[in-house]
């Protein structure tokens, strides 16, 4: 054995937040609950934490919605939805049998009192005050509906306010996405939200924050002290944020031409990584430190006027073409789509951070449907060596290093550098070091959600978007949209499905002599499977 080789009991597991977790009992109402996400994504999530036992000591979970069922006919419907759904498969019939007895099904109407009784009295029966009174409302609904429930609640003394977390019981909200359209239906939803609950009750979710890797950047960039003393202006050229997907809109054509990709991926998601990637190290690892500096640098970003959205900002929309090999109608013929939808599928933009540490530095954001493959990734793009040596000779050949985190898939992280090419000659090339989720953990990829209703249950909100947050992120968003108004997209805002997107994106790094970075698949065909 080389005196290099560690065995792995050496690497020491620091853990952290252990005790935090003590989950207490508590009962879980979803509201909404015969639509999609319920059975794609918060039955199977609940499934596996049952499966792996992290669910409290006793706890159950109510369906709420308007068409009429019973807890059998829900439980067998959520039971054939998990076999399609599930990460794990098959599903395991026992644990299955174990959690479907904690599933019940209450049919009534969101703006009705008595279904609030009802739902009181089904909270009662089951014989314990903590699964009466501890109490995790997901609102699964159409946001123009939360207002209604959360009164509602309120009314039927199902929802107590409380400012802070110190009560013996506790109720909590947690809201999906969209959270409003815009700033003012933002404010107007906090206001809603925030009538009968504190802002320490309400967790507003971004699926985003719950993928490992998303979190890892804290992690990454804040325990490891080779990186962090490399970024800033200093050593950085610009920082790549790619979400690209490889779908089209599909049968969400509705959905999409209210809010089109930069309020369905840019407001939230990209802005989400964004502010992790680049944010100031947090006083500490609490909730509120944590988020108070990522709404410091949502602030820090410089604000985008018209001339800066018309230089800053590419759009785009996708017209028909093949992705890997297979015809794709475009996005004017997808379901429910207007044909002459001005509508962007696509959403480039360069932003700059006006602070100490990012001053004068791109940080290069784009997103969309219908783009070569589905991947996520930030690119950290560091300076070029000075012009001697090498790099004289070499010129544009010899590559700057990059950092790349792969958020998804092939989730990891690769550091690109250069090294001499074997041989008598004089060559160099860059080479990289990867590290590879799978490879060091192995393959245990739990879904977002399992993390962030494991953390609404425990009454952890540094996963979830604070209310500030939210605003701050629609403020940007606004200033862009206001800009593009309803101007008519034109022809160099078309790409061709199955392409990385309108020429003008490329533009928009070109001037400053840089390009995109593609995200690399390793075994794409493997991962599409
Ligand atoms: C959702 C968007 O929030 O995120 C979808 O509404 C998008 O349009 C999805 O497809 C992407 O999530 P993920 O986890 O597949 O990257």
């Known amino acids: 054995m080389s005196q290099y080789y560690v065995p792995f009991e050496d690497l020491k597991v620091c853990r952290l937040g252990e005790a935090r977790r003590a989950l207490e009992p508590c009962s879980i109402?979803?509201?909404?609950?015969?639509?999609?996400?319920?059975?794609?994504?918060?039955?199977?999530?609940?499934?596996?934490?049952?499966?792996?036992?992290?669910?409290?000591p006793d706890y159950r979970i109510i369906g709420f919605a308007r068409r009429e069922k019973t807890d059998e006919s829900w439980r067998a419907e959520l039971r054939q939805a998990l076999d399609q759904f599930s990460r794990t498969k098959p599903v395991d019939g026992a644990v299955w049998n174990e959690f479907a007895q904690h599933i019940y099904y209450l049919q009534g109407d969101l703006t009705e009192p008595p279904a609030f009784k009802r739902l009181d009295e089904k909270l009662g029966s089951f014989g314990s005050e903590p699964l009466r009174r501890n109490l995790l409302f997901y609102l699964a609904t159409m946001p123009s509906q939360f207002g209604q429930a959360i009164e509602q609640l309120h009314a039927a003394g199902?929802?107590?306010?409380?400012?802070?977390?110190?009560?013996?019981?506790?109720?909590?909200?947690?809201?999906?996405?969209?959270?409003?359209?815009?700033?003012?239906?933002?404010?107007?939803?906090?206001?809603?939200?925030?009538?009968?609950?504190?802002?320490?009750?309400?967790f507003?979710?971004?699926?985003?924050?719950?993928?490992?890797?998303?979190?890892?950047?804290?992690?990454?960039?804040?325990?490891?002290?080779?990186?962090?003393?490399?970024?800033?202006?200093?050593?950085?050229?610009?920082?790549?944020?790619t979400v690209s997907e490889d779908l089209g809109v599909g049968q969400r054509g509705g959905y999409y031409e209210e809010a089109g990709a930069l309020r369905d991926m840019v407001q939230n998601h990209l802005l989400q990584v964004l502010s992790l990637i680049a944010m100031e190290p947090p006083v500490s690892l609490d909730a509120e430190s944590i988020r108070d500096e990522k709404v410091k640098l949502l602030k820090s970003i410089r604000p985008l006027t018209p001339e800066n959205v018309a230089r800053q900002v590419v759009r785009g929309q996708y017209f028909a073409g093949k992705v890997d090999g297979e015809?794709?109608?475009?996005?004017?013929?997808?379901?429910?789509?207007?044909?002459?939808s001005n509508v962007e599928t696509y959403v480039a933009l360069e932003l700059f951070v006006d602070n100490w540490r990012w001053s004068g530095i791109p940080f290069y954001l784009r997103t969309g449907k219908a783009l070569p493959l589905s991947a996520s990734e930030v690119r950290v793009q560091f300076r070029p060596t000075p012009h001697v040596l090498f790099a004289a000779e070499c010129g544009q050949d010899l590559q700057p290093n990059a950092l790349s985190?792969?958020?998804?898939?092939?989730?990891?992280?690769?550091?690109?550098?250069n090294?001499?090419?074997?041989?008598?000659?004089?060559?160099?090339?860059?080479?990289?070091?990867?590290?590879?989720?799978?490879?060091?953990?192995?393959?245990?990829?739990?879904?977002?959600?399992?993390?962030?209703?494991?953390?609404?249950?425990?009454?952890?909100?540094?996963?979830?978007?604070?209310?500030?947050?939210?605003?701050a992120a629609w403020k940007i968003i606004d200033s862009i949209r206001k800009s593009?108004?309803?101007?008519?997209?034109?022809?160099?805002?078309?790409?061709?499905?199955?392409?990385?997107?309108?020429?003008?994106?490329?533009?928009?790094?070109?001037?400053?002599?840089?390009?995109?970075?593609?995200?690399?698949?390793?075994?794409?065909?493997?991962?599409?499977?």
């Open 405 to 417: 985190l792969r958020l998804q898939p092939n989730e990891g992280i690769s550091l690109r550098f």
């Open 419 to 471: 090294g001499k090419v074997p041989g008598t000659s004089l060559a160099v090339r860059p080479v990289r070091m990867h590290f590879s989720y799978d490879a060091e953990f192995g393959a245990y990829t739990p879904e977002a959600y399992e993390r962030l209703l494991l953390e609404a249950m425990a009454g952890d909100a540094t996963l979830f978007i604070r209310r500030d947050e939210v605003e």
């Open 204 to 241: 507003r979710i971004d699926h985003y924050l719950g993928k490992e890797t998303v979190q890892n950047i804290l992690m990454f960039r804040f325990s490891n002290s080779v990186f962090e003393r490399l970024w800033n202006r200093e050593s950085i050229d610009h920082l790549q944020i």
């Open 327 to 340: 015809l794709r109608v475009g996005y004017r013929q997808e379901p429910k789509v207007k044909p002459d």
């Open 158 to 202: 199902l929802l107590e306010k409380k400012e802070t977390n110190g009560a013996k019981t506790w109720q909590r909200i947690v809201v999906e996405k969209p959270f409003g359209h815009d700033l003012e239906s933002a404010h107007q939803l906090n206001r809603e939200l925030t009538r009968y609950a504190g802002e320490s009750q309400v």
């Open 29 to 56: 109402v979803i509201f909404g609950a015969s639509g999609d996400l319920t059975s794609r994504k918060l039955i199977p999530a609940l499934y596996h934490l049952c499966k792996e036992k992290q669910m409290p």
């Open 484 to 529: 593009w108004d309803d101007k008519a997209l034109t022809n160099r805002e078309f790409y061709s499905a199955g392409t990385w997107g309108p020429v003008a994106a490329d533009d928009l790094l070109a001037e400053g002599g840089r390009s995109w970075r593609e995200p690399v698949i390793l075994n794409h065909k493997e991962v599409k499977k």
